[in-house]
């Protein structure tokens, strides 16, 4: 019985696809090596004969004939009338060769000896699945939602490896079920109680770097080269790219014709609004184009201090802003400037359609301003809060809030 487990774990380490014949060979070599040597106290005579196609093996043991009466160590001389045991024709000084059993080792070094292949097995397996992943750090890989936790989810690749996608590592509108197919990058490989912990990405700048490389063959074939990348998961991002050949538009080939690249890219990132820039060295100019699609009027530059007053007519001030500020919140990660906004006239007479607002009040308030005739932001101003209250369905608290928003667009 032991034979025959010892056997089947053999069978199993020799059908491992990721372990390559020579380390095979070496481990399985080793694991007998250390048998023999608490058996016998030395491995230096011995010959093991492993057969990697059979899954099988055997074991010779090298002993010198000596005089019956001068054995000094038994596990490598053999005394002449025992030699002769095995052929009359033995003579003192030859080497006499003969098979060990596994069966001589007794039942308890047979398991030993299965319990120590299948660690080895086992550990050659995680050192293999460690260096296949760290290898691929960067890399996008897809794979099955196993099981969804509340902080993690579960996802096994093509061959049955586990990987995991932290909750701090989803795009916000991310939602799997077990059985979904999931896109990902691999952002870091750790062994964490001698087990490969492999952790996935899918809000890294470097996914959507690679998922530009998937859908853009200029950018696998290195004619167009992604500069930087900045994005708020799920909600907007900026890319910047740059051709070294004139003949190339980086930006309309990154998007593609009627936007066919870079939908694909869209609906993979849950909608993640993104703007493709075009690289420049110019600084004024590559922040006229980070804060796309607001129009400047000027710039000015400190680049001491790596900041850069931005000057706009009052109507692109909020596109220049844009939802929630994530617009000149990117554009200043992506030039490395901290960006300030300044209206070009700080003239209060001057007036903003309330329509300049829609960022930041929602649209059922403009609607109730609109209804009691307010189209302009001086127009609401020119009210008091009492009036808009009688006037309006809105409640007291929304309307300062309102009135606070429009007042900071004159400040």
């Given at each position: 019985m032991e034979n025959l487990n010892?056997?089947?774990?053999?069978?199993?380490?020799k059908e491992l696809k990721n372990i390559d014949r020579v380390t095979m060979m070496s481990v399985l070599e080793d694991v007998f090596r250390g048998m023999l040597l608490k058996k016998y106290g030395t491995d230096e005579n011995f010959d093991i004969i492993i057969n990697i196609d059979k899954g099988d093996f055997e074991i010779w043991r090298n002993r010198e004939v000596v005089e019956d009466n001068e054995i000094e160590d038994a596990a490598?001389?053999?005394?002449?009338?025992k030699a002769k045991e095995i052929d009359e024709d033995y003579e003192v000084g030859e080497e006499v060769t003969d098979e060990v059993k596994l069966g001589d080792f007794g039942r308890r070094a047979i398991l030993a000896l299965r319990?120590?292949?299948s660690a080895r097995i086992m550990e050659l397996e995680k050192n293999h699945l460690y260096n296949k992943y760290k290898d691929r750090i960067g890399d996008v890989v897809t794979g099955e939602v196993y099981q969804v936790w509340k902080r993690e989810i579960l996802i096994l690749d093509d061959e049955g490896n586990e990987l995991i996608l932290p909750k701090t590592e989803q795009i916000p509108s991310d939602y799997f079920r077990k059985g979904d197919t999931i896109r990902a990058v691999v952002v870091k490989v750790d062994m964490r109680n001698a087990n490969p912990l492999i952790i996935l990405s899918r809000t890294s700048p470097v996914f959507l770097e690679r998922l530009f490389e998937l859908e853009v063959p200029e950018i696998f074939d290195g004619l167009i080269t992604i500069k930087k990348i900045v994005r708020v998961p799920g909600e907007r991002a900026k890319v910047a790219v740059e051709s070294y050949d004139e003949r190339i538009d980086p930006v309309g080939a990154c998007v593609g014709m009627k936007g066919s690249r870079i939908h694909g890219i869209v609906r993979e990132l849950k909608n993640e609004n993104?703007?493709?820039i075009n690289y420049t060295n110019n600084v004024q100019l590559f922040i006229t184009r980070a804060l796309s699609p607001a129009k400047i009027t000027s710039i000015k530059l400190d680049d001491e201090e790596k900041r850069a007053e931005v000057y706009l007519q009052p109507k692109e001030v909020s596109l220049a802003i844009g939802k929630g500020g994530l617009n000149i919140k990117l554009a200043s990660q992506l030039s490395g400037y901290e960006i300030d906004v300044y209206r070009e006239s700080d003239e209060y007479d001057e007036d903003v359609n309330l329509e300049e607002f829609a960022d930041?009040?929602?649209?059922w308030v403009l609607d109730e301003l609109k209804a009691i005739g307010c189209d302009t932001a001086k127009s609401v101003l020119n009210l008091s809060v009492e009036d808009l209250?009688?006037?309006t369905d809105l409640e007291e608290e929304t309307i300062k809030d309102l009135v606070n928003v429009l007042k900071a667009e004159f400040e």
């Amino acid at each position: 019985m032991e034979n025959l487990n010892l056997i089947e774990t053999f069978s199993e380490f020799k059908e491992l696809k990721n372990i390559d014949r020579v380390t095979m060979m070496s481990v399985l070599e080793d694991v007998f090596r250390g048998m023999l040597l608490k058996k016998y106290g030395t491995d230096e005579n011995f010959d093991i004969i492993i057969n990697i196609d059979k899954g099988d093996f055997e074991i010779w043991r090298n002993r010198e004939v000596v005089e019956d009466n001068e054995i000094e160590d038994a596990a490598i001389q053999i005394p002449l009338k025992k030699a002769k045991e095995i052929d009359e024709d033995y003579e003192v000084g030859e080497e006499v060769t003969d098979e060990v059993k596994l069966g001589d080792f007794g039942r308890r070094a047979i398991l030993a000896l299965r319990q120590n292949l299948s660690a080895r097995i086992m550990e050659l397996e995680k050192n293999h699945l460690y260096n296949k992943y760290k290898d691929r750090i960067g890399d996008v890989v897809t794979g099955e939602v196993y099981q969804v936790w509340k902080r993690e989810i579960l996802i096994l690749d093509d061959e049955g490896n586990e990987l995991i996608l932290p909750k701090t590592e989803q795009i916000p509108s991310d939602y799997f079920r077990k059985g979904d197919t999931i896109r990902a990058v691999v952002v870091k490989v750790d062994m964490r109680n001698a087990n490969p912990l492999i952790i996935l990405s899918r809000t890294s700048p470097v996914f959507l770097e690679r998922l530009f490389e998937l859908e853009v063959p200029e950018i696998f074939d290195g004619l167009i080269t992604i500069k930087k990348i900045v994005r708020v998961p799920g909600e907007r991002a900026k890319v910047a790219v740059e051709s070294y050949d004139e003949r190339i538009d980086p930006v309309g080939a990154c998007v593609g014709m009627k936007g066919s690249r870079i939908h694909g890219i869209v609906r993979e990132l849950k909608n993640e609004n993104i703007d493709v820039i075009n690289y420049t060295n110019n600084v004024q100019l590559f922040i006229t184009r980070a804060l796309s699609p607001a129009k400047i009027t000027s710039i000015k530059l400190d680049d001491e201090e790596k900041r850069a007053e931005v000057y706009l007519q009052p109507k692109e001030v909020s596109l220049a802003i844009g939802k929630g500020g994530l617009n000149i919140k990117l554009a200043s990660q992506l030039s490395g400037y901290e960006i300030d906004v300044y209206r070009e006239s700080d003239e209060y007479d001057e007036d903003v359609n309330l329509e300049e607002f829609a960022d930041e009040i929602e649209s059922w308030v403009l609607d109730e301003l609109k209804a009691i005739g307010c189209d302009t932001a001086k127009s609401v101003l020119n009210l008091s809060v009492e009036d808009l209250v009688k006037r309006t369905d809105l409640e007291e608290e929304t309307i300062k809030d309102l009135v606070n928003v429009l007042k900071a667009e004159f400040e």
